[in-house]
C-alpha cells in the first residue's frame, strides 16, 4: 500500500490527478504480462499534451514495480524486435500502393498512350484508316488522362509536353487520311495555336493540302506561307516543296505569272525535272515560245539518275551483276523514267508553239535532243514526226522516216516494222503490209501488235484460219490486246462461229463497257441470228451512249415491227427522223403506217418530204395524190395527176387515176382514155414479142396467171398442180424464204467488215 500511495505521489507530482478519471475504469491488466497478440495499433504522440510523455514515463514505471521486474534492451546484442507477419504484409502492401498510385500510375497510362499510337500507325500503313482512327482517338482520350490528373495533383511541370503533341498531330493526320477535313483542320488549329510547340508551324503545310483538295486555293497559299516563314534558310529541301506547293496552287487559280515567279525560283536554287515542266506549261499557257525554248535548254543540262553507261547495264540487265532486287537500283530507274517522261512531254508542247511549220518544230526538237545525247526521246520524236506525216497523208515521208529505224536498236527496229506494215495496209498494199509485219514479229516474237497486223493481212486475203490463230497468239501474248479481240471477233462471225464471236465481244465488253462499236457488234450478231429480243437489248444500251444515231433507232423500230409490237416502232421510227428527216427508209415506213391508219393527213407530209428528196421517182408524187384523194381532195389530186402526167405521160397508173378521178368530177377524159389504151396495147405487144420466146401448150390461156408466169421463169420445170399456186399465192416455200434470208444476211455482213 505504501509502494501504490508513493507512486500515487509521484503521479500528482508531474501534474496528474489519479482521483479525478473522468468516472473511467481503471484498465484491466492482463493475466501474462508478455502477452502482446492483443497489442493495438496506435498513433504517435501529438503536442496537444505536453506531459502526455512524462505521464507515459510515470506509467511505465509504475507497471515495472508492480510486475517487480525490469524492462532491459536488446539492442546491444544486435537483436531486433520481431514484427507480425500479418502486421508486415499489411503495411509493405499499403506502402507500395501509395507509391504506385503516384508515378507508376502515370508511368503506365504513358505506356499504354504510346502503345495505342503505335497501334494506330501501324493500321495506318496496312490500309486499316477506320481503325488507326479509333485507336488515335482512344490514345488522345489516354493522353488527357494522364493532363488531367497531373494537374489535380500540382505535378504541371511534370506533364509530358512531346507525347501530347505526337497523340495531337497523329489525331489530326488520321482524319485528314479519314476524309473528316473538319475535324482535321481544327485539331491541327489548336495545335499550331499552342505556344509551347515551337516547330508546329510547319504543321501549316498540312493544312494548306487540306484547302488545297477542298480546292480553296486562296487559303492554301495563305498557310504555305506562313509555314515557309517558319521554315529556316537552312532547311531547303522543306522550303522548296512550300514553293513547289505554292507555285501549284497559283496555277490552280489560273494566275500564272506568281506560279511562274515560284518555279523560277526553284529552279534558280535546286532544279528538278518536274518544276521544270511545270515553268514550260504555264509558258505554254501565256504563249511564251522563247521562255519556253530557255527553260528547256535548262531540263536538257540536268543529270538523269542512271544514264551513265556503266549504270545503264545494271539498270536494263540486272541479272547480270547480282543485284535482282536491289531497292536502290529501282529508284534509280524509277527517277530516270520520270525525267524522261518529263522531257518527252515538254517536247511535244514545244513543237506546237515554236513554230509555225511543224515539221521545223520536229526538227529543232530532235536537234536539241541530239545534242543532249538523249536517243530514246530523240527517236520517239521521229516516230511522232512520221505519225504527222501520216496524219497530213504523206505516207511516203513516213515510210522513208520508219526505214531509218532499221539499223538503231532492236526494240525501236519493231516499233517501226510494226508501223510501216500499218502504213501499208491502210494503203491496201497487203504484200508489203505483211513482209513488215513479219519482220516485227521476227524481231520481237511476243510483240502483241506485230502480230495483230499479221493477222489482219491474213483476213483480208481470207485466210481466216490463220488470221485467227495469230489474233489467239497476240492474246496469248497481251490478254488485254483490245485490237486483237476485237478482230477474232470479226473472223469468227465472217467465219459463222457466231457463239464465239459473242464470247470475244462480250470479253470485250467488260474491258470497254461505253465502247459504241462492240455494242453494235453483238446487237448485229443477234439479229443475224434471228433473236430479235436480245438484238433490240444491246441497239437500246446502244442508243443510251449514242443517243442521236438514226441508223440505230430505225434498226430498233424495225425488230420491234417484226415482233409485232407497232407502238415500240412507231416511236423508234420517229426518233429516228428527228434526228434524220432525210433517210428515206424512215420516211416511207412512217407514210406507210400512217395510211394504213387512216391517217392519210400525216401520211401526206412525209410522202411529200420523200418526192423532195427524190425528185425523180414518180412513185412519191402518185402517193401524195392518193392521200389528196383520200382525203376527198379532188381538184388537188387531179391537179397533180395532171402534172404527173405532163412530166411522166407514159405512167399508165397515173393515167388511170386521171380517167377515174374526171369520171367522178363529170370532167372529159377522152384525152386520157385513148391515152392510156394506147399504152396498154403497146404494153401487150411487148408481152406478146417476150412470151414468144417461152414456148407453151396451147391451154396457156385456161392456166392460172401465176402457173404462167412460173413456167416462163422455169420452162424446164416439170408440171405442178394448181393447188399449189391456190394455197400460198403470195408466200414463196420455206426452202427459198431460208435461201433469200441467208443472201440478205450474207450482203449485211460483208457491209460490217472494214
Not at 431 to 442: D, G, T
Not at 706 to 714: A, C, D, G, S, V
Amino acid at each position: 500500500m505504501a509502494d501504490q500511495y508513493q507512486n500515487k505521489n509521484a503521479f500528482n507530482s508531474y501534474g496528474g490527478n489519479m482521483n479525478n478519471q473522468d468516472n473511467r475504469k481503471p484498465p484491466v491488466r492482463p493475466k501474462d504480462p508478455y502477452n502482446f497478440n492483443q497489442v493495438q495499433e496506435k498513433p504517435p504522440p501529438t503536442s496537444m499534451n505536453d506531459n502526455f510523455q512524462v505521464r507515459a514515463s510515470a506509467m511505465k514505471s509504475g507497471y515495472q514495480e508492480r510486475l517487480k521486474t525490469g524492462m532491459k534492451s536488446n539492442a546491444a546484442a544486435g537483436f531486433k524486435s520481431k514484427v507480425p507477419d500479418g502486421s508486415a504484409k499489411i503495411q509493405t502492401s499499403v506502402l507500395q500502393q501509395k507509391i504506385k498510385t503516384e508515378e507508376d500510375t502515370f508511368r503506365e497510362l504513358e505506356k499504354e498512350t504510346n502503345r495505342l499510337l503505335e497501334a494506330s500507325v501501324e493500321a495506318k500503313l496496312s490500309g486499316k484508316l477506320t481503325k488507326a482512327l479509333e485507336l488515335a482517338k482512344e490514345a488522345a482520350t489516354k493522353e488527357k488522362q494522364i493532363r488531367r490528373t497531373r494537374e489535380q495533383t500540382a505535378a504541371i511541370e511534370q506533364i509530358n509536353s512531346e507525347l501530347t503533341f505526337s497523340v495531337c498531330v497523329n489525331l489530326a493526320n488520321m482524319y485528314q487520311i479519314n476524309n473528316l477535313l473538319k475535324e482535321a483542320l481544327n485539331t491541327y488549329t489548336i495545335i499550331v495555336k499552342n505556344k509551347n510547340y515551337p516547330n508546329s508551324g510547319r504543321l501549316r503545310v498540312n493544312m494548306g493540302n487540306i484547302y488545297f483538295s477542298q480546292q480553296h486555293y486562296p487559303l492554301a497559299i495563305k498557310m504555305y506561307r506562313m509555314a515557309l516563314d517558319t521554315v529556316p534558310s537552312v532547311n531547303k529541301d522543306m522550303r522548296i516543296k512550300i514553293l513547289k506547293n505554292i507555285g501549284h496552287a497559283f496555277v490552280k487559280l489560273g494566275e500564272f505569272q506568281d506560279g511562274i515567279d515560284a518555279y523560277e525560283n526553284i529552279m534558280e536554287s535546286q532544279a528538278d525535272f518536274q518544276t521544270g515542266f511545270n515553268l514550260i506549261v504555264c509558258y505554254y499557257a501565256l504563249g511564251d515560245p522563247e521562255k519556253m525554248k530557255k527553260w528547256f535548254a535548262k531540263m536538257l543540262t540536268l543529270d538523269i539518275p542512271g544514264m551513265e553507261e556503266d549504270e545503264e547495264i545494271i539498270l536494263d540487265k540486272p541479272e547480270e551483276t547480282g543485284l535482282k532486287n536491289d531497292p536502290l537500283k529501282e529508284y534509280e530507274k524509277s527517277e530516270k523514267e520520270k525525267a524522261l517522261k518529263y522531257i518527252s512531254n515538254s517536247a511535244k508542247l514545244l513543237i506546237q508553239v515554236i513554230d509555225q511549220d511543224p515539221i521545223a518544230a520536229y526538227d529543232w526538237v530532235i536537234e536539241a535532243l541530239k545534242a543532249a545525247e538523249l536517243s530514246d526521246i530523240e527517236s520517239e520524236m521521229e516516230i511522232a514526226k512520221a505519225i504527222y506525216f501520216i496524219k497530213i497523208k504523206e505516207f511516203e515521208r513516213a515510210i522513208d522516216i520508219f526505214k531509218g529505224f532499221e539499223k538503231k536498236d532492236k526494240s525501236m527496229r519493231a516499233r517501226a516494222a510494226n508501223n510501216i506494215s500499218f502504213l501499208y495496209f491502210l494503203e491496201k498494199d497487203i504484200e508489203n503490209s505483211e513482209k513488215y509485219a513479219n519482220l516485227a514479229n521476227e524481231t520481237d516474237r511476243y510483240n502483241a501488235k506485230a502480230l495483230v497486223n499479221k493477222g489482219n493481212c491474213l483476213y483480208v486475203k481470207e485466210e481466216y484460219e490463220a488470221a485467227k490463230e495469230h489474233y489467239l497468239e497476240s492474246i496469248g501474248v497481251e490478254a488485254n490486246c483490245i485490237e486483237a479481240i476485237y478482230n477474232l471477233g470479226l473472223v469468227n462471225k465472217r467465219m459463222g462461229l457466231f457463239e464465239e464471236s459473242i464470247q470475244a465481244f462480250e470479253k470485250l465488253q467488260s474491258i470497254m463497257p461505253r465502247n459504241p462499236e462492240v455494242i453494235y457488234q453483238l446487237g448485229n450478231i443477234y439479229e443475224i441470228l434471228n433473236q430479235n429480243k436480245q438484238a433490240i437489248k444491246w441497239y437500246n444500251i446502244l442508243a443510251t451512249r449514242i443517243p442521236s444515231d438514226a441508223a440505230i433507232l430505225l434498226k430498233i423500230g424495225t425488230l420491234y415491227y417484226k415482233e409485232q409490237d407497232e407502238i415500240q416502232a412507231l416511236h423508234f421510227h420517229q426518233e429516228s427522223y428527228r434526228y434524220l428527216p432525210s433517210n428515206i427508209d424512215t420516211i416511207s415506213w412512217l407514210g406507210i403506217y400512217y395510211a394504213k391508219c387512216d391517217l392519210y393527213e400525216k401520211a401526206l407530209q412525209f410522202f411529200e418530204r420523200a418526192s423532195q428528196i427524190q425528185t425523180k421517182e414518180v412513185k412519191w408524187k402518185l402517193m401524195v395524190a392518193t392521200c389528196y384523194r383520200k382525203m376527198n381532195s379532188f381538184q388537188q389530186a387531179l391537179k397533180l395527176y395532171q402534172e404527173i402526167n405532163t412530166e411522166y405521160p407514159e405512167n399508165m397508173e397515173c393515167l388511170r387515176y386521171l380517167v377515174l378521178i374526171c369520171k367522178d368530177l363529170g370532167i372529159n377524159y377522152e384525152q386520157y382514155s385513148i391515152q392510156l389504151k394506147k399504152l396498154e396495147r403497146a404494153q401487150e405487144a411487148k408481152a406478146a414479142i417476150q412470151g414468144a420466146e417461152f414456148p407453151v401448150e396451147a391451154n396457156e390461156m385456161n392456166e392460172s396467171p401465176q402457173k404462167i408466169q412460173f413456167y416462163k421463169r422455169n420452162p424446164d420445170a416439170p408440171e405442178i398442180a394448181e393447188a399449189n399456186f391456190q394455197k400460198a399465192p403470195h408466200s414463196p416455200s420455206k426452202k427459198v424464204q431460208k435461201i433469200e434470208q441467208n443472201v440478205e444476211e450474207k450482203d449485211e455482213v460483208d457491209e460490217l467488215l472494214p
